[in-house]
């Protein structure tokens, strides 16, 4: 059962269109109401993980779970559009990744924030996008990187103001709870950080209507740098709860092979517990390793699609 939440956010649910090719590919864009590392890198992997989606109208999993992909071509158009045609539904959401000064060397009115965005529009998808600032979460609260953030924010509105009912959802400094990133293990000075990308977009005239956000730390977090609740940045910030959790399997130091249920429950749980029980939750980043390293890769993912689609706050994994 989905919150209202939930439902508020999801807004409309999007509608075959016509002029586009076969009449069960459908429009699945993320939809909003007017009010306010480990990636999936390959098509096939990522046919594994939606084709047992695709299988919903049998009533075996609930077809409201939304998807999505990471691509690693600056154009994802291409790659979300072939899984599409393979799973024979087109995926929500398309992960991209993004750093502030991303646009610093290039000229004239060309915008690579712009064009990767625009990328997975063009799939009809609705961009998921994570960015980070190269730096410590002390010197983004201190406001020594405004300007670089101000900037691009800029590039995001280039591809907003393209129109169509374009949108985003910004992920600002994933992760931020790890001690790998430069900004993790602050959680202080990463609330004040992320606070600096919602008034940078509010600044540009960027409305709810065109940008949602995303706290999404990683599910586990860093000993010695707190706990999930301690990097909170607030519901008035928070549009949507997006954790990373993977199956890291047996090929890493002290890698061990997980359930689904393992590597994402204990952090979801947490959350509802300690955080917030009504918010819409996502899965921002998960993976899951091939033999040898762990077990059957295919079952697992249909495993993590069933739990997923059962959990009363998830909406939609990338």
Known sequence: MITDAVARLIGGRGYPRQDEGPPQVRDRRFRYKPMRTARILSIAVALALLAPLAAASAGEVDGDLKTGLYSDDFYAEGDLNG????????VTFGGTFHVVTENDLQTGSW???REILEGVWNAQATPFANVVVNASAASIAN???????????????????LGGSRSVIVAPLQEHNGDWPKYGCDPTNFKTAYRKFVDAFAKAGIGDTQVRFAWAPNGWTSPGCGSLADYYPGDDVVDVIAISAYNFGTCVPNGRYETPAQAFDPYLDEIRQTINSTKPFMIAH????RPPCGGDQTAWTRTMIENLAADPNIVGFV
């Open 111 to 113: 915008s690579n924030t």
């Open 286 to 289: 998960t993976a899951s390793p």
């Open 143 to 161: 406001g020594d990187h405004d300007a670089a953030i101000a900037k691009w924010v800029s590039h995001v509105k280039k591809y907003l103001d």
């Open 83 to 90: 899984v599409g045609v393979g799973a024979g539904q087109k």
